[in-house]
């Protein structure tokens, strides 16, 4: 075992199977804010950062104590069946908790807002679970860790763009093609940039 042979090693175990089967779509490829970057994720996989792997201990840490303090379930997944052409599609989701009447979905962020994409994933998770009223709480990572908490009602407008979304990359990965889309604030941070090509994406 060389030091080089070692640190491929680790990076394969940091990568993330790539599954491409496309009648399965999890809640949170579809809610991507670029479907192109989730369509590359679930054809060559992801490597997760370090500081991801441990924002993501965080996470659950945190998740346990909420469950055990608001009597919720954590971590809950379902599944949706969603029929669309020939094609049955298993639309998979995994919410933080399951409260008595409502979702908990839990977020931290440098930047300090609660992005489109994460109110679209509650709204999933509430049609999936069959639940009216979800909550965003968002930790600031700021030096005081500020908390907000946001309530939102489901809506099924944002459910019938969601479903739109699951449709697109559902033919995408289908197609073996990735979808049209076009969000530039995310290509510099993309590890995909590289396959994406700019005209595609600018189509
Ligand atoms: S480079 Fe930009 S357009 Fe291409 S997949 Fe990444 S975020 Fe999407």
């Keep these: 075992?060389?030091?080089?042979?070692?640190?491929?090693?680790v990076e394969r175990a940091l990568r993330e199977y790539p599954y491409a089967y496309p009648d399965i779509i999890h809640v949170t490829d579809a809610c991507n804010p670029c479907l192109r970057q989730a369509y590359y994720k679930r054809v060559?996989?992801?490597?997760?950062?370090?500081?991801?792997?441990?924002?993501?201990?965080?996470?659950?840490?945190?998740?346990?104590?909420?469950?055990?303090?608001?009597?919720?379930?954590?971590?809950?997944?379902?599944?949706y069946y969603y029929q669309y052409g020939g094609s049955l599609i298993a639309i998979e989701g995994v919410a933080d908790?399951?409260?008595?009447?409502?979702?908990?979905?839990?977020?931290?962020?440098r930047r300090g807002y609660i992005k489109d994409s994460w109110v679209m994933q509650l709204n999933a998770y509430m049609k999936m679970f069959n639940v009216d009223k979800g909550f965003i709480v968002l930790i600031h990572g700021d030096r005081e860790s500020r908390i907000e908490v946001r309530e939102y009602q489901?809506?099924?407008?944002?459910?019938?763009?969601?479903?739109?979304?699951?449709?697109?990359?559902?033919?995408?990965?289908?197609?073996?093609?990735?979808?049209?889309?076009?969000?530039?604030k995310l290509c510099p941070y993309c590890e995909y940039k590289n396959l994406c090509r700019p005209e595609k994406r600018l189509a």
């Design 1 to 9: 075992m060389t030091p080089e042979e070692l640190r491929r090693a």
């Design 44 to 79: 060559y996989g992801s490597i997760k950062r370090p500081a991801m792997i441990e924002g993501s201990r965080v996470h659950e840490e945190l998740l346990d104590r909420l469950a055990y303090e608001l009597n919720c379930t954590e971590e809950i997944s379902t599944v």
């Design 97 to 109: 908790l399951l409260c008595d009447g409502y979702i908990v979905e839990l977020k931290t962020s």
């Design 154 to 184: 489901f809506s099924g407008e944002l459910w019938d763009d969601f479903l739109d979304r699951v449709i697109r990359l559902h033919i995408a990965l289908k197609n073996q093609e990735p979808p049209v889309e076009r969000n530039e």
